[in-house]
């Protein structure tokens, strides 16, 4: 029995590493390694599924200064990004209490009013759009999706290790394993997407000749309009002097791509 067992255990390891091995790819700009299960096409799929339903509930701007700007700044930036085969969208969602913006696998962008001003300008929006559309570029929708089945996977597999102890025991280990999986290895990952989305965004604004200097400064801006925050190791954004701290340090490499500099 325990020969089997420890049979079954190399083979679900050697499965998991294959998979991982299988599944990285290199994210543009900043050359990291990705773990990503889900196909591009499956992706932009669900992507413009979700997209659609956003549009359909929400009250669409489709003409008039602040959408034209929209769209112009959209398509500069996905110009000049790492991405050719996406079928880009934009469009202008009228909802002045909401200060966010997003972009679905696929290309699909959507930029919510209320964000309109504390971007203050067209560099401002190009700060959250380029932010956005690295977010796209780099599947980090697709790869959290990839870590969240990954994680359910060893929670699996760390069951199976278990299957000998007692069902209370193994619901008191697994129970942990949730808790420490989720502030030691989902939160921080989704950070560390952020922070890439702000590396990224920064070239490709730079690239599109936005001036990056001006991603700093929105941050501030949404600083000063943020309220109170959890702790950082419980937030999935990184704490906003960090993150202009991080845009600083990037700021040399980004002003190499800004044409006017």
């Keep these: ?43 932009s799929s669900l992507g413009a599924d979700a997209y659609r339903q956003v549009l359909s509930e929400s009250k669409t701007i489709t003409s008039g200064a602040d959408y034209e700007r929209v769209v112009r700044v959209g398509r500069a930036l996905a110009a000049v990004c ?31 009013s209320g964000i309109l001003p504390v971007c203050e300008n067209e560099a401002g929006l190009a700060v959250v759009m380029g932010h956005e559309i690295a977010h796209a570029v780099a599947r980090h929708g697709s790869e959290r999706m990839s870590n969240n089945l990954a994680f359910q996977v060893a929670g699996m597999g760390l069951e199976t290790l278990l299957n000998e102890k007692s069902a209370a025991t193994r619901q008191l280990v697994m129970t942990a394993y949730g808790v420490g999986g989720q502030v030691g290895v989902l939160l921080p990952f989704s950070r560390s997407h952020e922070s890439e989305a702000d590396h990224i965004g920064l070239i490709y604004m730079a690239r599109a000749g936005y001036d990056p200097r001006e991603a700093p ?34 700021m040399p490499e980004a002003l190499k791509e800004y044409p006017a500099k």
């Design 217 to 250: 400064r929105f941050w501030q801006r949404m600083s000063a309009d943020g309220g109170a925050r959890p702790p950082e190791w419980l937030s999935t954004h990184p704490n906003p002097d960090n993150r202009v701290k991080q845009l600083e340090a990037w």
């Design 1 to 43: 029995m325990r020969k089997h067992h420890g049979i079954r255990r190399r083979l679900i390891f050697g499965l998991m590493t294959a998979t991982l091995v299988a599944a990285c790819s290199t994210v543009p700009v900043t050359g990291r390694k990705s773990f990503n299960l889900i196909p591009d096409g499956q992706a």
């Design 82 to 112: 790492d991405e050719k085969s996406f079928e880009w969208e934009f469009n202008l969602i009228d909802d002045s209490k909401t200060v966010n913006a997003f972009c679905l696998p696929g290309g699909k962008v959507a930029v919510y």
